[in-house]
């Protein structure tokens, strides 16, 4: 029997179908207040859509996000913070 090692899927496969209402553990919400654009954050999102292009412009795509939480726990300055959809709209 072969055993085949790794993930099922590669990082980005939610881009074929939107997946961002799956989300239960909240969402990421970018402070832009002390972000240093060390793009640790779009690095480690496992679903590649994470994007920004310099200090506070990063974003998540929120079709797609999981609301795994990764970016907001490798942010080296603490300026990602995870929220639920209700405290966003109030």
């Known amino acids: ?3 085949t090692l790794g993930t099922v899927t590669h990082p980005g496969g939610s881009r ?3 997946t961002g209402s799956w989300r239960t553990a ?3 919400h970018f402070l832009h207040q002390r972000c240093i654009a060390c793009d640790l ?3 480690s999102c496992p679903e590649g859509c994470i994007f920004g292009t310099g200090q506070k412009t990063y974003y998540a795509n ?3 996000c999981k609301g795994c939480g990764i970016c907001a726990n490798v942010c080296p300055v ?3 913070e995870m929220v ?3 405290d ?3």
């Open 78 to 80: 603490e300026d990602i």
């Open 88 to 90: 966003e709209h109030g």
């Open 84 to 86: 639920s959809e209700e």
């Open 26 to 28: 909240g969402k990421p």
């Open 41 to 43: 954050c779009a690095l």
């Open 1 to 3: 029997m072969k055993i």
């Open 62 to 64: 929120e079709d797609y």
């Open 16 to 18: 074929v179908n939107k």
